[in-house]
Structures are given as structure tokens and as C-alpha cells.
């Protein structure tokens, strides 16, 4: 067994921001070099931006990827629930995706559950929450008792991974149990228009520290190609305040 610790970088709703997404893999890069072990998407892979097929070409390197409630949308064509501006951009990023990369997304899982074992941790992986797989939030501000419930949820796993509020979050229980959300790379609204990462470090003793990773990309250029193609202009312009 290494005794350096066992990485995991946590990415969740990129969003068809492939320029966000090298961002992070650089400044990852530049903080870890190669030492990364596992790579895991929280969901959300398209929509609201520009860039959906490269997007599917990227996540095919991943380790472990659940489905997010725009992947569901974007592959079917139905953004029924939708409010205007993630409605056009769901049927626009339907026309734009090649059969292949609808097809990766539908096979994409609702939750996993993964073990560490030379770690001895367990995750429990979903887009939102264990509660609704798809469309449940589980916000910084959520009151104690709610986060402890859905810890409940979870079993015997120690920690659950989630994304969908692009908000970063790390809560642990008295047991210590622990909800960590990394933020999003593609869209963030935390009013921080960095892309947010998340970094699971494991120790030989299986103690867990969490971390966020912050990294500036070229948002005007996202901005450019949003505009042109035709995507709704508050798409682009929320990208630069974090909203």
C-alpha cells in the first residue's frame, strides 16, 4: 500500500464548459501533478453551455460518473420543469449531441456506491440527494436535522458525495459521517465565477481531509460562444459574477 495519501478529485455540473474543466485539470495538475487516483462526475455533465459532445469525449475518462437531471433532459429532448432560459438550452443541446454521446448519457447511473477498500472508506454517490436522486437540494444553510436525515440514508457508507445546488458544501455529523458537494466546475453560484473542484484526500490511517480547488478560466471566451451559438445571453452573463 502507498503511503502517500489516495486522491479523488470531485467534479460536478460542468456543463458543456470545456474551458472551465481544463482550468481545473491544470491547476489540479500544477497543485498534484499526476497524483491523482480516481476521478468522479456528481452529475451534469451538459447543458446551459456551449460545448456538450466535447464534453462527452472528456468524460469518458472518468472513473465514476452518476447522471445528473440536465444529462436526463439534454439526451431526451424534454425540459419539461425547465425554467426558460435551461429550457432552451436543454432542446438546443439535444439537436446538438450525436447519438453516441445521448447514449453515454442515458447509461449513466442514478447513485453508486463505492468502497475504498485498501482505504477502507465508503462513498455514496448521486447528483443531489439520497432522498430524490435528481432534482433535491441539499444547501450550506439546510437546517442540522435535515442533513442528518439524509446522512441516515445512507447506511454504512461514511461519506456522500453530492452536486446540483453548485454551491460548495462540507457538513459532518456526530458521527462522523460527511455531506461534501465540491461546488461546480461549469456554472458556479456561490458568487465566486471561479470553477470549483472538489479534493477527497485519504491517509494509510483512512482519516479524510476535504478540500475545494478554485481555478480562473477565460469566461469571456465561454461568454463568446454561448452568444454565438444563439444560447440565451443570461447564460453568458451570469458566468462572470457566480450566480
Given at each position: 500500500m502507498s503511503t502517500r495519501p489516495l486522491r479523488i478529485l470531485l467534479l460536478a455540473d460542468l456543463h458543456s464548459n470545456v474551458t472551465a474543466y481544463y482550468a481545473v485539470r491544470d491547476k489540479i495538475n500544477e497543485l498534484y501533478g499526476s497524483n491523482i487516483d480516481y476521478t468522479v462526475c456528481l452529475g451534469d455533465l451538459v447543458g446551459y453551455g456551449p460545448h456538450p459532445n466535447e464534453m462527452i469525449k472528456i468524460a469518458e475518462t472518468f472513473?465514476?460518473?452518476?447522471?445528473?437531471?440536465?444529462d436526463v433532459a439534454c439526451a431526451a429532448g424534454n425540459a419539461n420543469g425547465f425554467n426558460l432560459a435551461a429550457k432552451d438550452a436543454v432542446l438546443?443541446?439535444?439537436?446538438?449531441?450525436?447519438?453516441?454521446?445521448?447514449?453515454f448519457l442515458s447509461l449513466l447511473t442514478k447513485n453508486e456506491k463505492v468502497e475504498i477498500e485498501e482505504r477502507g472508506v465508503k462513498f455514496y454517490i448521486t447528483h443531489a440527494s439520497p432522498k430524490e436522486h435528481l432534482t433535491d437540494y441539499i444547501y450550506p444553510d439546510d437546517p442540522k436535522k435535515r442533513k442528518d436525515e439524509l446522512l441516515d440514508m445512507i447506511g454504512a457508507n461514511h461519506i456522500m458525495l453530492v452536486g446540483h445546488t453548485h454551491i460548495p458544501?462540507?457538513?459532518q455529523n456526530e458521527a462522523g459521517k460527511v455531506i461534501f458537494n465540491p461546488g461546480s466546475v461549469?456554472?458556479?453560484?456561490?458568487?465566486n465565477p471561479r470553477a470549483s473542484a472538489g479534493i477527497v484526500e485519504i491517509n494509510t490511517d483512512s482519516n479524510l481531509k476535504?478540500?475545494?480547488?478554485?481555478?480562473?478560466?477565460d469566461i469571456r471566451e465561454v461568454a463568446r460562444d454561448i452568444l454565438n451559438?444563439?444560447?440565451p445571453a443570461r447564460l453568458a452573463d451570469r458566468l462572470f459574477f457566480g450566480q
Open positions: 472513473d465514476v460518473s452518476v447522471i445528473g437531471n440536465h438546443w443541446t439535444f439537436d446538438q449531441l450525436s447519438t453516441y454521446s445521448k447514449t458544501l462540507i457538513y461549469g456554472q458556479p453560484r456561490d458568487n476535504l478540500d475545494w480547488i478554485r481555478a480562473e478560466y451559438a444563439g444560447l
